[in-house]
């Protein structure tokens, strides 16, 4: 059977060449099937199907390395924090399982909060994601839908994914009076572990190896030494990767130090677990960190995470929202160390997760040199394929995977900056409504904006009582029934009637009568 074979042509392409993006005005990408055969200029061969460019800019598909698999309930919580979180608090102890799994949504609503997030991420240019779950298996939510539903649910939407059932030997707990506590379960940690591996054997290269499988121990902090080292044994079994939340709190930091004299980071290095296949996410609370009070020339943990070749999942927006930023980004960059980058919460916009990690990183640094454009495309697409242990995505190069993004960069608020540098005009400039194609293995999944074969409208509207039912349940089971409004405010009070304002819509009504 013969391939189809498509020719983008005439836009701004960033090609992959000498281990590096670089730009190819009116250039020109052919692909056959599911690879790129040919990136250049004047291709001769005839071909099926001609994709017109001009005006656009052609670039790898983005490689989302932390995604938040849903509606995230930290929008409820913007502009707000508790105050025993010490700000870095994003869900800690807004966990209570009476509302997850009691009175609060079921399955079908985070399939539902599943979908609407893949079809945002979609929309705004990301061809390869990471899971961090919602609908699935949660370590503190249980089970929600079976494992075939949840490898259905993504397979639907044709996106390149890499899922995992996580799992830990323990929780943070959220009590009624507002505290917190780390609660150890370390039978559910082994329990969760083979459940792990028994799902990652069953559905790697599942829906023509688009979805590939990883073990993700959740949380460093309530994980056990030896839980780190049995899923360590089983990746390299396996022959996965591995992932891991880790320093992404000031408390889980202390939690950690108290524990085992250790930062997080030297734990996981003590613990046997760090390695070329370990993606550490967020990784914020190290030495270098300035709330934490410990010796400031003390880097050893970032030469622990080069040494090991560990690579750090990057998710900028989620934590500048509560006022905390990495220190830094072009730190561990310029460091070697492998930085991927990834959305971790709605909206599932890597334009705007790559603004904020290049912004962050000039503020904390107070260098402009810091942070730069191609430092973060880099991570948006090369970063995210090299934690995955993967060459064929994140760039556009014969024989990669035909996971092309066309991003229209002729709009006022880009093109001025464009016309001189298209990467700084796509970090600095545009936004996700800007994209324009999306390709995932040779198939087109949104077109002109338009996210193919999904009801948007549909989706929003069960999004919209997914985060009803949430919002209602959480306050049942953690604020004694008392409206989410009385903790984290509107940001505005609402419209109030005055007597004079009643005394006029009865007047007017008379008058229409």
């Known amino acids: 059977m013969s391939r189809v074979t498509t020719l983008i042509d005439g836009g701004t392409v960033i090609v992959y060449q000498n281990n590096g993006h670089v730009i190819l005005p009116q250039g020109q990408v052919v692909y056959a099937g599911n690879r790129i055969e040919f990136v ?19 670039i ?43 009175s609060g949504p079921q399955a079908a609503d985070w399939r539902a909060s599943a979908e609407y997030a893949m079809t945002t991420a979609l929309r705004t240019g990301t061809t390869t994601f990471v899971m961090v779950p919602n609908y699935g298996r949660h370590p503190y939510r249980g089970r929600l839908g079976t494992d075939q539903e949840l490898v259905d649910c993504v397979a639907r939407f044709g996106m390149r994914a890499y899922l995992s059932l996580p799992y830990m030997s323990g929780g943070v707990v959220g009590r009624p009076d507002g505290a917190i506590e780390w609660a150890v379960r370390e039978s559910a940690g082994w329990e969760g572990l083979e459940q792990a591996i028994d799902f990652a054997r069953s559905y790697n290269g599942a829906e023509q190896d688009r979805i590939r499988t990883f073990l993700f121990p959740y949380q460093a902090d309530n994980c056990s030494p030896e839980l780190l080292r ?59 960190h300035p709330w934490l009070a410990y010796p400031a020339d003390d880097d050893s ?7 090991s070749g560990a690579s750090v999942a990057h998710c900028p927006m989620v934590f500048n929202r509560t006022g905390v930023a990495l220190h830094s980004f072009s730190h561990y960059v310029r460091s070697g160390i492998p930085v991927s980058i990834g959305t971790d919460t709605s909206p599932h916009d890597m334009l705007m997760e790559m603004r904020h990690a290049a912004l962050m990183s000039k503020l904390v640094d107070a260098d402009a040199t ?18 995955l242990q993967r060459d064929d995505i994140g760039r556009l190069a014969p024989g990669a995977k035909a996971d092309i993004v066309l991003v229209d960069l ?45 009801d948007r409208p549909k989706l929003r509207a069960h999004a919209d009582a997914f985060n009803a039912r949430l919002n209602a349940s959480i306050a ?11 903790f984290y405010p509107a940001a505005f009070p609402d419209w109030q009637e005055s007597a004079d304002d009643a005394v006029d819509h009865q007047s007017a009504r008379r008058t229409r009568a």
């Open 40 to 58: 250049g200029r004047a291709y001769t061969k005839k071909c099926d199907q001609r994709i017109d460019a001009a005006g656009k800019l052609v």
């Open 476 to 486: 049942s089971a953690l604020y004694q029934e008392r409206p989410l409004s009385e």
């Open 60 to 102: 790898p598909g983005f490689v989302n390395h932390h995604m938040a698999f849903g509606v995230h309930m930290q929008l409820t919580r913007l502009d707000a924090t508790r105050r025993n979180f010490f700000n870095s608090g994003l869900g800690l102890g807004v966990q209570p399982e009476k509302a997850y799994n009691v």
């Open 370 to 387: 810091s942070g730069t454009a191609a430092e973060v495309f880099d991570a948006a697409t090369l970063g995210g394929a090299s934690a």
């Open 301 to 307: 943990d970032t030469r622990l995470l080069v040494e």
């Open 230 to 288: 049995a899923s360590k044994r089983a990746a390299n079994e396996l022959g996965c990767t591995l992932k891991i939340h880790t320093a992404q709190y000031l408390l889980d930091f202390h939690q950690v130090l108290r524990r085992h004299a250790l930062t997080p980071i030297q734990h996981l290095a003590e613990s046997g677990f760090l390695g070329p296949e370990v993606s550490v996410a967020h990784a914020i609370f190290t030495p270098r």
């Open 410 to 454: 002729d709009k006022a608020h880009s093109a001025p900056v464009a016309a001189h540098d298209p990467i700084k005009a796509l970090v600095y400039c545009a936004n996700g409504s800007d994209v324009d194609t999306v390709i995932i293995d040779g198939v087109t999944r949104v077109r002109h904006g338009e996210v193919l074969g999904v």
